[in-house]
C-alpha cells in the first residue's frame, strides 16, 4: 500500500447505528486530519493530530469522535448520525511543519 | 466574505486550450498556497506547492501567487481530456488559528475539457 488510505470506500448507515473509518497512512508523517467534503462547500476540516495528539477540534458534535492510536492510524467513530452528516469524508497527512497534505480517496457516507 | 473565493464553474474548454483558474483571498496571513486536483469520487491530489509571491512551473501547470492584490492562478497548457477534474485552490500562514497546519480552501471550479 502506498500513500494514505482509507477504509471503507463507501457507507450506509442508520441513524440508530455505530461504526468507524478507518484511515492508514504510508508515508512516514507525523500529522493527520479529517476532513468533511459537501456538495458545493469548501472542504471543512474537522480534526487535527499532530505527533498522535489532537490539537484541533473545529467545533464538531459529539457525535463524531476521533481516535489517533500512532503517528500511522486515524479513525472517526460514528455513533447516532444524522441525514446531513451525509457527505464524502477524507483523511489527509502531513508532516508536522509543512502545510503540504496528502489525502486518501475518502469514504462516502450515506445517512439513512 | 469568505476568506477563500473561487469561482465554481463549470468551465468548458476545448482540447489545446490553455487554462486559466484563479482564487482570492482576504486573510493576508497565508503564506503557503497549493492547487489540488479532484477526480470525480476521489480524494483530492496534491497538484502544485508554493510559498510566498511567484511562480512555480512543473510540466504544462503552471501556479502564480500576487500577494499583493491577494490573487492565486493555476495555468494548464495544452489542457488534455484527462485534465477534466474539480480543481481546489488551498491556502494556509504558520500558527494560522493555533493549528500549524490549518488548510483554508476554495468551493472548487469544476472543468471540463471536451475532446
Known amino acids: 500500500e502506498t500513500g494514505v488510505t482509507q477504509t471503507p470506500r463507501h457507507l450506509v448507515m442508520g441513524m440508530t447505528n455505530k461504526k468507524s473509518l478507518k484511515c492508514e497512512q504510508h508515508l512516514g508523517h507525523n500529522a493527520m486530519y479529517w476532513y468533511k467534503q459537501s456538495a458545493k462547500k469548501p472542504l471543512e476540516l474537522m480534526f487535527v493530530?499532530?505527533?498522535?495528539?489532537?490539537?484541533e477540534n473545529n467545533s464538531v458534535p459529539s457525535r463524531f469522535s476521533p481516535e489517533c492510536p500512532n503517528s500511522s492510524h486515524l479513525f472517526l467513530h460514528l455513533h447516532t448520525l444524522q441525514p446531513e452528516d451525509s457527505a464524502l469524508y477524507l483523511c489527509?497527512?502531513?508532516?508536522?511543519?509543512?502545510?503540504?497534505?496528502?489525502f486518501g480517496p475518502g469514504t462516502r457516507l450515506t445517512v439513512t | 466574505q469568505k476568506e477563500v473565493e473561487q469561482d465554481p464553474g463549470p468551465l468548458s474548454v476545448p482540447e489545446g486550450a490553455i487554462v486559466s483558474l484563479n482564487c482570492t483571498y482576504s486573510?493576508?496571513?497565508?503564506?503557503?498556497f497549493m492547487w489540488y486536483r479532484q477526480y470525480s469520487r476521489k480524494g483530492p491530489e496534491l497538484l502544485m506547492y508554493?510559498?510566498?509571491?511567484g511562480n512555480k512551473e512543473d510540466g504544462r501547470f503552471t501556479a502564480q501567487v500576487d500577494k499583493s492584490s491577494k490573487y492565486i492562478s493555476l495555468f494548464i497548457r495544452d489542457s488534455q481530456p484527462s485534465d477534466s477534474a474539480t480543481y481546489l485552490c488551498?491556502?494556509?500562514?504558520?500558527?494560522?488559528?493555533?493549528?500549524?497546519?490549518?488548510?483554508?480552501f476554495g468551493t472548487g471550479t469544476l472543468l471540463a475539457v471536451q475532446p
Open positions: 488551498a491556502m494556509s500562514g504558520r500558527n494560522y488559528g493555533g493549528a500549524t497546519n490549518k488548510l483554508i
Open positions: 486573510n493576508s496571513a497565508f503564506q503557503y
Open positions: 493530530y499532530s505527533l498522535e495528539e489532537r490539537v
Open positions: 508554493t510559498y510566498s509571491s
Open positions: 489527509a497527512s502531513s508532516q508536522v511543519a509543512s502545510a503540504e497534505q496528502y
